[in-house]
């Protein structure tokens, strides 16, 4: 069974930093491209960033290019999110995704993150 | 960039009838492979968003054969051949074409 847990979210406030994780299991995590995608509280879903299987292509999103990273450890089987500079604009539902047909076939649960002075 | 846009954004259904969302790009979603990467997804209330249907018209392994998916270019459709109540919730068209984008989301609830 494919299984995403996204860890890391909390209260931080404007201008601080925050790293997200996902571990993945139930999948050989290696063979795929990975997503992490946004919900602002009450709002529509939003893509973030996406990373190519070996972290060859990594794509963001306009809204936080220059200030997020995503990374990946195949060998830990795990996806990240460094937020650096965050604003209140950011405070969201994080969510991460595996990709295949180029969209997302699988979400975890989400992790929230807060940002408010 | 792309922009997806849907409607209508409410959609009040009778359980047992039918219900359709439009979703459409402001560009050819047709990739340089020839496929067309328009896909739909399903957010129940409370719940992590789901795939229903891939590639326009693929339905995902466990969606019921009540979602089906159409469309070409730049115009696609969901449809749901009678609603039941667990298909409550928020539908997003998004499109894998080039990098991703949302629409902005249908809420479906019971009239």
């Known amino acids: 069974e494919v299984q995403l847990v996204e860890s890391g979210g909390g209260l931080v406030k404007p201008g601080g930093s925050l790293r997200l994780s996902c571990a993945a299991s139930?999948?050989?995590?290696?063979?795929?491209?990975m997503n992490w995608v946004r919900q602002a509280p009450g709002k529509g879903l939003e893509w973030v960033s996406s990373?190519?299987?070996?972290?060859?292509?990594?794509y963001y999103a306009d809204s936080v290019k220059g200030r997020f990273t995503i990374s990946r450890d195949n060998a830990k089987n795990s996806l990240y999110l460094q937020m650096n500079s965050l604003r209140a604009e950011d405070t969201a539902v994080y969510y991460c995704a595996r990709v295949s047909y180029r969209s997302p076939d699988y979400w975890g649960q989400g992790t929230l993150v807060t940002v408010s002075s | 960039d792309v922009v997806m846009t849907q409607s209508p954004l409410s959609l009040p259904v009778t359980l047992g009838q039918p219900a359709s969302i439009s979703c459409r790009s402001s560009?050819?979603?047709?990739?340089?492979?020839?496929?067309?990467?328009l896909n739909w997804f399903q957010q129940r209330p409370g719940q992590s968003p789901r795939r229903l249907i891939y590639?326009?018209?693929n339905r995902d392994s466990g969606v019921p054969d009540r979602f089906s998916g159409s469309g070409s270019g730049t115009d696609f459709t969901l449809k749901i051949s009678r609603v039941e109540a667990e298909d409550v919730g928020v539908y997003y068209c998004?499109?894998?074409?080039?990098?991703?984008?949302f629409g902005p989301g249908t809420k479906v609830d019971i009239k």
């Open positions: 139930g999948f050989t995590f290696s063979s795929y491209s």
């Open positions: 998004m499109q894998g074409t080039l990098l991703f984008t």
């Open positions: 990373i190519s299987s070996s972290s060859s292509y990594i």
């Open positions: 590639k326009v018209s």
């Open positions: 560009q050819s979603l047709v990739y340089s492979d020839g496929n067309t990467y």
